[in-house]
């Protein structure tokens, strides 16, 4: 879909036009810019995707920059010790569907098509082919939240 096209953007906004799961959307890149000639430039790594990951798993005040939490987190609750391929693709999902005009999330949504689309990121992250640039993604999701408990070195972006 070219989102550029006048045409394409007018007919999604009346929902003639649905946007597959298997298609990704601009926020999943850092800085929501699509670098054609290096796909996985910045890919997973969005602003927005970065703050829901901390309001689901970690608070919802862990977004601001001082974390005003009376509990523990999500992560801490349920024994999250790594960020996972899991974790990324039901952040990914979730605000994929909070973008979108569906008022109930479903994974048979013909609309949002999530159940598709959760499973088409599972299934790149397991790829074998594609292990050379996932891996560095959960370096780089694990340094940035600092979940686990060895120490790494900044991540490239």
């Not at 850092?30 to 910045?42: E, I, L, R």
Request: charged letters at 20%.
């Amino acid at each position: 879909m070219d989102w550029n096209d006048p045409e394409a953007k007018a007919k999604l906004k009346p929902a003639e036009t649905l946007v597959r799961g298997d298609e990704w959307p601009i926020f999943i890149y850092q800085g929501y810019k699509y670098n054609p000639d290096d796909p996985w430039s910045g890919t997973f790594r969005s602003f927005i995707l970065v703050n829901v990951f901390k309001h689901i798993f970690t608070s919802p005040s862990s977004v601001e920059k001082e974390n005003k939490a009376a509990r523990s987190g999500n992560t801490c609750i349920h024994g999250m010790m790594t960020v996972t391929h899991a974790s990324i693709a039901y952040v990914t999902t979730q605000v994929r569907f909070m973008l979108s005009f569906s008022s109930t999330f479903s994974r048979t949504d013909s609309v949002t098509d999530s159940d598709r689309f959760y499973n088409t990121i599972l299934r790149m992250f397991h790829d074998p082919n594609e292990v050379e640039e996932v891996n560095p993604l959960l370096h780089w999701w694990n340094w940035f939240f600092q979940v686990t408990k060895s120490k790494h070195t900044v991540p490239q972006t």
